[in-house]
């Protein structure tokens, strides 16, 4: 059975609705490092052997996000699927758009939903047990600073809520992250080794927050959740400052390119957040973009909600 829900990255759909070869397709429709982090062979023992805690993930982990009050999971998609069940009944804001994920897995625990404009949040927040959302948006590429979710989270906290933040693409920016050495209760950042490393495959994130939360969660957690290949994979790419500080270099750059041939191409502004480009361009036109990208073999994400277009980068960007 397909899922109800659809992310980037349908490249074999496509490919069989166009009649196009896989290998013709120039694939921009996720927010995910074309430059993957250049793994080793996978040693033997990896394959052979169950994952162990203490194989050094968790230091690695302690010393990237600075801070050692975190849980390795199954992809951050484990945290969202599993974090609504660690509440009562709740007033959940989710800010829209956003990655869909999160709204479902509030509903589906049967929680109350509402979806909010980001300029709307300071008059829902009286309303809300739980404020989510995700910075850098994903797809809009809205940032949010650390002063201003600090102090939607001291509203939040007061009579036990939540503030969730999604900070999948923050690792080009760290210095804008929530995460500090100390959890604060209420308090919850989601992370992911798959965008910026471009290692979606792997499934593996990271949960920070207070320790009730964190306990919460392991109570979830399926027996050896984290494959051995993903916690030695994501040791290696967490530990490697060299290729983090080019990419930190790279990147930008490689967007900056894209963006400016974006914005000569479609005469608009053009948001962007390092690893994707948002393009809005109105219903009509961003549906019969799609589908011209699509004929010749180049695959974007279309939001028909917005009416746009979003890119990511290509290997030779």
């Not at 001291?154 to 500090?180: C, H, K, Y």
């Not at 040791?235 to 974006?262: T, V």
Request: proline share 6%; hydrophobic share 40%.
């Amino acid at each position: 059975m397909q899922p109800s829900h659809q992310h980037g990255g349908q490249l074999k759909k496509a490919s069989e609705q166009y009649n196009i070869p896989l290998d013709n397709w120039i694939d921009l429709s996720t927010g995910i490092n074309p430059n993957s982090y250049p793994l080793p062979a996978v040693p033997a023992a990896v394959w052979q052997r169950l994952p162990e805690v203490n194989d050094g993930l968790e230091a690695a982990a302690a010393v990237y996000y600075g801070s050692a009050q975190l849980l390795p999971v199954a992809g951050s998609q484990e945290a969202i699927q599993r974090l609504p069940l660690l509440r009562n009944t709740s007033r959940v804001g989710i800010i829209t758009p956003a990655y869909h994920s999160h709204q479902k897995a509030w509903v589906d625990a049967g929680h109350t939903v509402t979806s909010i404009a980001a300029e709307d949040i300071e008059s829902a927040i009286p309303n809300l047990d739980v404020l989510l959302l995700v910075n850098p948006t994903n797809p809009t590429a809205e940032r949010y600073s650390i002063e201003q979710l600090q102090y939607w989270h001291a509203i939040i906290s007061r009579n036990g809520g939540w503030l969730v933040v999604d900070e999948a693409f923050m690792d080009l920016t760290p210095e804008g992250s929530l995460i500090q050495s100390q959890a604060v209760e209420g308090l919850i950042v989601l992370r992911s080794i798959g965008k910026f490393f471009g290692l979606a495959g792997v499934r593996l994130g990271f949960v920070w927050t207070d320790p009730k939360v964190l306990k919460g969660l392991v109570g979830l957690q399926d027996d050896w959740s984290v494959s051995h290949p993903a916690r030695w994979a994501g040791r290696l790419a967490l530990s490697d400052f060299e290729w983090q500080r080019k990419e930190r270099i790279r990147i930008p750059k490689a967007m900056a390119g894209l963006k400016a041939r974006l914005q000569a191409i479609y005469q608009c502004e053009v948001s962007e957040a390092g690893l994707f480009a948002y393009v809005s361009m109105g219903e009509e036109m961003a549906a019969e973009e799609h589908e011209r990208l699509c004929t010749n073999g180049v695959l974007t994400r279309i939001f028909k909600e917005t009416g746009a277009l979003r890119f990511g980068l290509s290997p030779t960007d």
